[in-house]
């Protein structure tokens, strides 16, 4: 049965299905912490049968822990496919490989991380006309971010504004005058890990080492205190690699379409 997170009780047995494992337990706690009293932020929380846990966010879908099995697991992976389509949810991420009707497995996700105490070498520094910014205005770099939808640059702002309010990570940019032209944040926290994301470069900046000069910086930064982690799709592990990062493992990936029947 799906059990709607919505009791004391119910928060500490999420937490404690998350609890060590590595992305979830930074992200999933932390929006959990800012949002689960909040049904009106969209992110909605769910106790599974088995250990697992979900995340709802719209379309997306964070799924950690793991179903039952026989019997009992087709029941509840049969119950979970229909609750997903009722949400009309087309993009899953899972702690393990899960096998659901009409969803399909894609690329997925390299974890990677800088162990705490640690520091990797610091990149070339960007041209003298950028200026970094430690605490800047969240809407242009929201724009950044998400140029091409204004609904998901929105839903950003909103969610990162409310972790730096919390003081839940930080973010940083370079600015070519007052524009954002490059940006990497971390807005989920664990008392252990730092979740990086939301590391954009505007098209016309690209290929000038920004990102790796920014990356690398905050990461140090955030490593003197906690493991930094993030996850990456496929086409960037060389990039990650390159920088010093090590790989720490896999999140799966899913996707469907409703729309076919």
């Known amino acids: 049965m799906i059990q709607s997170v919505t ?24 929006h959990l912490a800012l949002f689960g009293a909040h049904p009106a932020s969209g992110w909605v ?47 899953l991420r899972t702690e393990q490989p899960l096998a659901l009707d009409g ?15 640690r520091a990797l ?21 929201s724009r950044l971010v998400f140029a091409d939808s204004d609904a998901e640059a929105d839903e950003f702002y909103s969610a990162a504004c409310t972790a730096l309010a919390h003081g839940v990570g930080q973010c940083r940019a370079l600015l070519h005058g007052s ?39 905050l990461a140090n930064e955030l490593a003197a205190r906690r493991t930094v982690r993030f996850a990456c799709f496929p086409e960037l592990c060389g990039f990650y690699s ?6 720490n493992g896999k999140i799966q990936y899913y996707t469907t379409d409703w729309t076919i029947e």
């Not at 009992?72 to 949810?89: C, D, M």
């Not at 969803?103 to 105490?117: N, S, V």
């Not at 610091?122 to 800047?136: G, I, T």
């Not at 390159?242 to 790989?247: A, D, P, S, T, V």
């Open 179 to 217: 524009r954002p032209v490059c940006t990497v944040g971390c807005y989920e926290q664990s008392e252990n890990e730092s979740y990086m994301a939301a590391g954009v470069t505007a098209p016309d900046w690209q290929g000038r080492g920004l990102a790796r000069w920014l990356i690398v910086g």
């Open 103 to 117: 969803w399909r497995p894609a690329a997925p996700l390299t974890l990677w991380e800088l162990p705490q105490g």
């Open 45 to 91: 929380f769910y106790l599974l049968p088995g250990t697992a846990v979900l995340e709802l966010r719209g379309g997306s879908g964070v799924l950690c822990g793991a179903l039952p099995g026989g019997e009992e697991g087709e029941t509840a992976r049969e119950e979970l496919s229909g609750f997903l389509r009722f949400l009309h949810a087309d993009t």
């Open 242 to 247: 390159q920088l010093g990062f090590i790989q």
């Open 121 to 141: 070498p610091q990149p070339p520094a960007p041209p003298a006309e950028l200026v970094l910014d430690k605490a800047p205005s969240m809407l242009p770099v």
């Open 7 to 30: 009791t004391p009780a119910q928060r500490a047995e999420f937490l404690r299905r998350i609890a060590g494992k590595p992305y979830f337990e930074a992200v999933l706690g932390t």
